[in-house]
C-alpha cells in the first residue's frame, strides 16, 4: 500500500463547478498535511495546510481533514480554467522530517 | 509566504560534464532544504535531505558520489550532478522548510532547474 493515495483523474469539471480532490494516508501518527498545486512545466506551489480535524478555508478553497479515516480532501468552489493543474496532496512523515508526495490529480475545468 | 529561488532555471551540457545547481531561501533562514527530481508525467522524487553544517541524507537508490549536495549556509544548498549522462536530464526542484522538523513541516519550492545532457 503507498504511504500516500491519490486518484491520477483526469477529474474533469465545468466552469463554476465545485471540484473535490481526496487523499488517503496509512501513517496514523501524521500530524500535517498539504496540497500543492503543480503547473505543467513547473515547481509545486504550496495552497493549503491543515493540521486538525475539520474544515479549513481560505478564499475558493477548503481543505478537509478526518484523522480517524486517514483521510484529507481539497474543495474548489467556482472552478475556474486556471485552476487546471495537478494537485499534490502531501503528509510528513513518522518523524516529521520530510513530507511524502502523492503522485498527483490532474484537474481540468473546462469552460 | 516564503520565497525560494533556484539558479539556472535551464540548463543543457555535454555527457560527462559537472552541473552545479543552487537553491536559496530569500527571505528566511532554512535550517533543511530537499532536493527533488521529477521525471516528465511523473510524480516527485525526493533524492535527498539537506541540513546546514551537516552532510545530507540521501533517499535510497541516489548515489551520493554522483549527487552532491552541500549546504553551507543557512539560506544556500548547492546540487552538483557529477559527469552528468543523458540519463540524468530531468528537472531538479529544491524546496525549503520553514522551521524545526516536527508537526509543522511547511514546504516551499524553488522554480526548478530543468537539466538536459546531450
Known amino acids: 500500500q503507498k504511504e500516500v493515495e491519490q486518484n491520477s483523474g483526469p477529474l474533469s469539471v465545468p466552469e463554476g463547478a465545485i471540484a473535490s480532490l481526496n487523499c488517503t494516508y496509512s501513517?496514523?501518527?501524521?500530524?500535517?498535511f498539504f496540497w500543492y498545486r503543480q503547473y505543467s512545466g513547473k515547481s509545486p506551489e504550496l495552497i493549503m495546510s491543515?493540521?486538525?480535524?475539520g474544515d479549513k478555508e481560505d478564499g475558493r478553497f477548503t481543505a478537509q481533514l478526518n484523522k480517524a479515516s486517514q483521510y484529507v480532501s481539497l474543495l474548489i468552489r467556482d472552478s475556474q480554467p486556471s485552476d487546471s493543474a495537478t494537485y499534490l496532496c502531501?503528509?510528513?512523515?513518522?518523524?516529521?522530517?520530510?513530507?511524502?508526495f502523492g503522485a498527483g490529480t490532474i484537474l481540468r475545468v473546462k469552460s | 509566504g516564503a520565497v525560494v529561488s533556484q539558479h539556472p532555471s535551464w540548463v543543457i551540457c555535454k555527457s560527462g560534464t559537472s552541473v552545479k545547481i543552487e537553491c536559496r531561501s530569500l527571505?528566511?533562514?532554512?535550517?533543511?532544504m530537499f532536493w527533488y527530481r521529477q521525471f516528465p508525467k511523473q510524480s516527485l522524487m525526493l533524492m535527498a535531505t539537506?541540513?546546514?553544517?551537516?552532510?545530507?541524507?540521501?533517499e535510497q537508490g541516489v548515489e551520493k558520489d554522483k549527487f552532491l549536495i552541500n549546504h553551507a549556509s543557512l539560506t544556500l544548498s548547492t546540487l552538483t550532478v557529477t559527469s552528468a549522462h543523458p540519463e540524468d536530464s530531468s528537472f531538479y526542484i529544491c524546496?525549503?522548510?520553514?522551521?524545526?522538523?516536527?508537526?509543522?513541516?511547511?514546504?516551499?519550492f524553488g522554480p526548478g532547474t530543468r537539466l538536459t545532457v546531450l
Open positions: 524546496s525549503a522548510r520553514v522551521g524545526l522538523a516536527g508537526s509543522y513541516n511547511e514546504q516551499f
Open positions: 501513517d496514523r501518527v501524521s500530524q500535517s
Open positions: 491543515i493540521y486538525s480535524n
Open positions: 502531501a503528509v510528513n512523515d513518522q518523524k516529521g522530517n520530510k513530507l511524502v
Open positions: 527571505d528566511f533562514q532554512a535550517t533543511t
Open positions: 539537506s541540513n546546514e553544517g551537516s552532510k545530507a541524507t540521501y
